[in-house]
Structure formats: structure tokens, C-alpha cells
């Protein structure tokens, strides 16, 4: 299909909204609160349109697949559907259709392909002990593939990579306290293998949706984005929690929770890591905008590069 920008003014008109529009739309908001709120059917249509030849090629390790399941459970509005036809997903471990050797065949193939265009998406941190065979993620002409292989082979010739869950940008869980596979994050071990490309990390355990097809759009559109000390893009881990919490003013009136089931107070005295934590999920919120963290519960510091030792306990009874 031809690009959208250059078809006739009159059928852009007839496709509702241009992807120019679309992307100022989308990039507005992001910059604002939510993506989740401006995305109609309309809209993906632009999307369509408009960037499909964007490769992607999505690997997991040592993860829990809950930041695939966090944008795939996105239902209101439809992330997932506008990730899907935002990008071209050319691989995915847990929604791909193909598998084994012919599906690490198609993925070396369209890295081969795209070199230097496509985006890597790396989910779960990387083992590096015992030569990389603790994740083994397939085989091709009877060799094993290792995480470790493809984040290097991939990585080397990918425009950039989205180190996306705490997981894959710091290590998270897999490399807490003991680490016998080596767990680590695509940043530090990029810093072992030599390799250059750019790597945005978008950690959180999970990661928001919102976080990661705001980076995604801004990355086609814009580039990469300004990034923190720690890789994370500013957009989303700027601010501070607790200085923005809804909270904040029974924390200074020394209003505090006595339980999790106390629905006022300040939870720092049940272990809230809200003032080491930066991400904006006090005004973001969680589960398409219904509630966050310290609502429910505590902020436990699940975006930070020390998580989950550095966090640890979560919960701390008064
Ligand atoms: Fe880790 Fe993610 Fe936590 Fe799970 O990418 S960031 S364990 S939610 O799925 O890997
Ligand atoms: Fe800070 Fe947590 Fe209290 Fe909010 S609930 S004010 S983030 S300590
Ligand atoms: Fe993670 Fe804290 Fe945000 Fe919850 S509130 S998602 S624990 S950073």
C-alpha cells in the first residue's frame, strides 16, 4: 500500500484522520496523561496506514510474560489492537503463530532483512551464566539459540532496543539476591558484548502499557526519547511519586494507614517506596485508569534499577 502521506489530499480526508494528525494527537498526549484515552477506532486506522513498515521483533527470556500481558490485556481502549497494527510484530514468543525452527529461522531473517531498521523489543533479563543455557529459546540446524545469541546477534544490527520490564532493563527479579544464572539487563550486558545501539529502557513489573506504546510512537515519530540517568524516558519517569502523591498532604499531617484495608492515610508506615520511586502512575493509574498501586496496597519501587533487593521487604506491617 502506498504510504499515506502520499495519497491525494481528498482520500486522506476520506480516512477520517491523517497519520500526521494522528501522531501530534497521540505524541500530545502522551506528553499530558494517557494515550489510553484518545485512541479510537479512527485513529488506528491512521495508524495502519501510516507506519506498518516498522519492523519489530519481540524476544522474552527470564520473564514472567506479564508485560506482554499487560498491553495484551488492555482492552479499553484496544492497545493491544493498536500496537498490533502500529508496528510490524514479525515476532512474538507468546502470540506468534509459528514456532520452532522455522520460526528462529523467519526471525535471524527479517533481522537480516531490516538490519539497522528494525526495533528489537527484549523482554526478561538475559542469563549469561553456564554460556548462556539456562534460556535456551529455540534451534536452528541443530544448535541451540540462546537468549544470550539472539540479544547479541539482534542486537548488534537492530536501530535501537526497548529494554521493556524491569527485567530486561536492570535484570529485575531473575538477578535478586543470589543470581545463579547471571541475570542481567540489555544495558549492562550490551556494555560487556560492545555493542553501540541505542537501548530506551521502559522497566516496571509489569511495564504500563501506555509507557510502552507512548515510547514506541515517539521513537518512529521523534526519535529516541530524552532519558533519564538510569535509560528510562523522562516522558513517563520524570516525577517523583510521593511529591505527587494524592497523598502527600496526610503524609505531612502525619495521617497514617494502620492496614492495607484503611482507605485514607499515607502508606509509608506499611513500607511505601513511593519517595525512592519515579514513574507517573499516581496520575497515569493502572487497569485502563481505575486505580493504582497505593490504593490498594504500597508503591513497592517496581520501575527502579535496585528492584526488587533494594525494595525489599514490600510491605512493612505498622
Ligand atoms: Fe519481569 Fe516482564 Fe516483571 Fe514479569 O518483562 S518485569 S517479572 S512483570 O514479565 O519480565
Ligand atoms: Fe508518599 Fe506513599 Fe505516602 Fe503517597 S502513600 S505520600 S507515595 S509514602
Ligand atoms: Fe510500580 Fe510503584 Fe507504579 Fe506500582 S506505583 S506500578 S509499584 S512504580
Request: proline letters at 7%; one cysteine or more; a negative charge.
Amino acid at each position: 500500500m502506498k504510504d499515506e502521506q502520499q495519497l491525494p489530499e481528498v482520500q486522506q480526508k476520506k480516512a477520517g484522520v491523517s497519520r500526521r494528525n494522528f501522531l501530534k494527537t497521540v505524541t500530545g498526549t502522551v506528553a499530558g496523561i494517557g494515550i489510553s484515552q484518545v485512541i479510537n477506532p479512527a485513529l488506528i486506522q491512521a495508524l495502519e496506514k501510516g507506519l506498518k513498515r516498522h519492523p519489530v521483533l519481540w524476544v522474552q527470556g527470564q520473564g514472567c510474560t506479564g508485560c506482554s500481558v499487560s498491553l495484551l490485556n488492555s482492552v479499553s481502549p484496544p492497545i493491544a489492537d493498536v500496537l498490533l497494527k502500529v508496528i510490524s510484530l514479525q515476532f512474538h514468543p507468546t502470540i506468534g503463530a509459528c514456532e520452532g525452527e522455522l520460526a528462529m529461522e523467519h526471525l535471524y531473517a527479517v533481522a537480516e532483512e531490516y538490519k539497522g531498521r528494525f526495533s528489537l523489543v527484549v523482554e526478561g533479563a538475559i542469563p549469561t551464566a553456564a554460556e548462556g543455557k539456562y534460556c535456551v529459546i529455540g534451534e536452528m540446524n541443530h544448535k541451540e539459540i540462546t537468549m544470550v545469541d539472539v540479544v547479541k546477534d539482534l542486537g548488534a544490527i537492530a536501530g535501537s532496543v526497548l529494554a521493556i520490564g524491569t527485567c530486561a532493563a536492570y535484570g529485575g527479579i531473575p538477578a535478586a539476591k543470589g543470581n545463579v544464572t547471571g541475570a542481567t539487563g540489555v544495558m549492562d550486558f550490551f556494555k560487556t558484548q560492545g555493542i553501540k545501539t541505542p537501548v530506551v529502557n521502559i522497566p516496571g513489573c509489569p511495564s504500563h502499557p501506555d509507557w510502552i506504546v507512548g515510547t514506541i510512537v515517539h521513537l518512529l515519530e521523534k526519535g529516541i526519547p530524552e532519558l533519564d540517568e538510569v535509560g528510562r524516558p523522562t516522558l513517563f519517569f520524570g516525577e517523583n511519586i510521593h511529591d505527587n502523591c494524592p497523598r502527600l498532604p496526610l503524609y505531612e499531617a502525619g495521617e497514617m494507614s494502620a492496614t492495607l484495608s484503611d482507605p485514607k492515610g499515607c502508606r509509608m508506615d506499611l513500607g511505601c517506596k513511593g519517595p525512592n520511586t519515579y514513574a507517573d502512575c499516581y496520575k497515569r493509574k493502572w487497569n485502563s485508569g481505575l486505580n493504582w498501586c497505593v490504593d490498594n496496597s504500597v508503591c513497592i519501587g517496581c520501575v527502579e534499577p535496585d528492584f526488587p533487593d533494594g525494595s525489599s521487604p514490600f510491605y512493612e506491617p505498622a
